[in-house]
């Protein structure tokens, strides 16, 4: 069984600082990605990797950066949070389009 | 460029109804496409895609590339089926299996 987990469940920040958001799978994916998730706009791809220290940008990447060190681990990071960040954000990760997710990680921006 | 569109966000239907959830497609190549599946308080998970033309709880969907549509269908709505549906578009090549999602759809079936 596949499991896809996030550091965060809920996270408040501040406009300005610097945000982390981890996930860790465990089925050994090559590919791994980072989307937002917002009413009346699905699922938006921020970055994807698909091999250790490789990356590409989504449909939306302004504004986050991301990192892959090991295959099992792919970080989201805000360098300076805004409020239109708030968001939820979610994490999968898959070999041939199907994707197995995490539960999510509800951002709010203050 | 790739898109997926679902027209409804917003899905109503009574218990035993039937119920299809819209869903188009622009891509040039030969596509991929899926429905995912959001219920309460749960992660989203894989519902069906076309290349395996299964049935999964009750539902089907068939790739219509004239139409460029993929509409996701059961004959008889059960409350245990309110949730959010996303339908989503794979390519080919290099992609990654990167997917394309549409904007869902909230289906509510009412007892």
């Known amino acids: 069984d596949v499991k896809v987990t996030q550091s965060s469940r809920y996270l408040v920040k501040r406009t300005g600082e610097k945000v982390f958001l981890e996930c860790v799978q465990d089925?050994?994916?090559?590919?791994m990605f980072w989307y937002r998730q917002d009413p009346g706009l699905g699922l938006r791809l921020i970055y994807f990797?698909?091999?250790?220290?490789?990356?590409e940008k989504g449909d939306i990447p302004e504004g986050y950066s991301v990192s892959r060190e090991k295959k099992e681990r792919f970080s989201l990071i805000l360098e300076s949070a805004s409020t239109n960040q708030t968001s939820m954000y979610l994490c999968?990760?898959?070999?041939?389009?199907?994707?197995?997710f995490g539960p999510g990680t509800r951002l709010t921006v203050t | 460029a790739q898109r997926v569109t679902q027209p409804e966000k917003l899905l109503s239907v009574f218990k035993g109804a039937p119920v299809e959830l819209k869903c188009n497609y622009s891509?040039?190549?030969?596509?991929?496409l899926f429905w995912y599946v959001q219920y309460s308080r749960q992660r989203l998970q894989l519902l069906l895609r076309?290349?395996s033309r299964e049935s999964i709880k009750g539902f089907t969907a068939d790739l219509n590339k004239g139409e460029t549509s993929f509409h996701l269908k059961k004959p008889f709505a059960q409350e245990e089926d309110s949730a959010m549906y996303y339908c989503?578009?794979?390519?080919?090549?290099?992609?990654?299996?990167?997917?394309?999602f549409g904007q869902g759809t909230i289906l509510t079936v009412h007892p």
């Open positions: 076309h290349i």
């Open positions: 891509y040039s190549g030969s596509p991929e």
């Open positions: 989503a578009l794979g390519g080919g090549g290099t992609s990654y299996g990167k997917l394309t």
């Open positions: 089925m050994d994916h090559e590919n």
């Open positions: 990797s698909y091999d250790v220290k490789m990356k």
């Open positions: 999968g990760s898959g070999g041939s389009y199907e994707q197995y």
